[in-house]
């Protein structure tokens, strides 16, 4: 049976994919900075970093499929030379790994926020479009849109290369919050809620998982397959988060120039004085005022893939991070803010 690797295997989306590959009989090898939540006797885990080309090439070693997921998430870090490092670096060395022991097919995970219209598409669609990393909002997305043009470089090359692009997966799974989850943790502790009334795609973290199997097993070498759910505005998101914690909110809009220069503010404290995560970026609060409803129809007529609707989940992980209590989900944000592990 082929071995498959999954880079930053025991993250949020990861731990779901190394279980849908299980699910699926697959043997699956997991490199990541941190061991997975959940051991299993038939999952290999590799402990180390993908800015270590020794041990990625290592961990490369006999894998017939590699589905690269690590990467630094968020919209703030104390160095933001990280944000380069783990995401466009680590590409770099993992996908020179793969090519070098001729794997027979890779998949590189990216991200919904390097999508949205920054520059002139001249009329290509935002699904379709690879725009200049220079137009991106921020360092999170430069680096991810460095890594997505070298991944497309490799594609275009040759190599087996397809791209799995999850929107904002949520879930109950979530250990140490990733953004979208932080983000609703953040407004559930809120009475009063200002906030940018943008566009929201939210998907079951395990469609997400299904979506890079399918991918993988069905995808067009050198294309890019969006995995979304439902696009829905904040407000109503917020709305739905009420109703289902029982708990009183009064949501009040604010205008997209003063959410972004509150936001350089708080970023500036954070960078120069607390070197705590501030509640807000200006790359974040960029990334909102340029949100646009991506479509999922490429991924759902050639790959098959079926999202479920999100309310169920959406109640799900409201549920838990209710169950978890304030101290525990606060301590998870910070913790995931600061570190900068490749995973």
Request: proline share 6%.
């Amino acid at each position: 049976m082929a071995l498959v690797l999954v880079t930053g295997g025991s993250g949020f989306i990861g731990q779901h994919l190394v279980e849908a590959l299980r699910a699926r009989g697959q043997r699956v090898r997991v490199l990541d900075v941190r061991p997975p939540a959940t051991a299993n006797a038939d999952v290999e885990y590799v402990p180390g970093s993908v800015l270590d080309a020794a041990t990625v090439d290592a961990a490369v070693s006999g894998v017939d499929r590699v589905y690269h997921l690590a990467g630094l998430p968020g919209m703030w870090v104390a160095n933001k030379q990280d944000f380069h490092d783990v995401n466009f670096r680590g590409t770099e060395v993992v996908l020179a790994a793969a090519m070098k022991r001729n794997v027979s097919r890779f998949l590189h995970c990216s991200t919904e926020s390097i999508l949205f219209p920054y520059a002139n598409l001249n009329g290509v669609a935002a699904e379709e479009a690879l725009q200049p990393a220079d137009a991106m909002p921020g360092a999170y997305t430069r680096s991810k849109s460095l890594a997505e043009h070298h991944a497309a470089k490799a594609a275009a090359s040759g190599f087996p290369l397809v791209i799995g692009t999850p929107t904002m997966p949520i879930g109950a799974a979530d250990h140490n919050l990733t953004p979208p989850t932080a983000m609703l943790w953040y407004f559930l502790q809120k009475k009063v809620q200002p906030h940018l009334d943008f566009l929201v795609n939210l998907v079951d973290v395990r469609d997400v998982a299904m979506g890079l199997v399918l991918t993988m097993e069905r995808g067009r070498i050198g294309q890019r397959y969006i995995l979304g759910g439902d696009c829905v505005r904040l407000g109503q998101i917020l709305r739905m988060m009420s109703a289902m914690s029982g708990r009183r909110h009064l949501p009040i809009v604010v205008p997209g120039k003063i959410a972004e220069l509150s936001a350089i503010l708080l970023e500036k404290i954070s960078d120069h004085i607390t070197h705590r995560p501030p509640n807000g970026t200006a790359e974040g609060v960029r990334i909102a005022l340029a949100a646009s409803d991506l479509s999922i129809g490429k991924a759902r007529d050639e790959l098959g893939y079926a999202p479920r609707p999100i309310e169920p989940v959406l109640r799900e992980t409201i549920t838990h991070l209710l169950a978890r209590g304030g101290q525990a989900a606060s301590d998870a944000i910070e913790h995931h803010a600061l570190s900068s592990r490749a995973s």
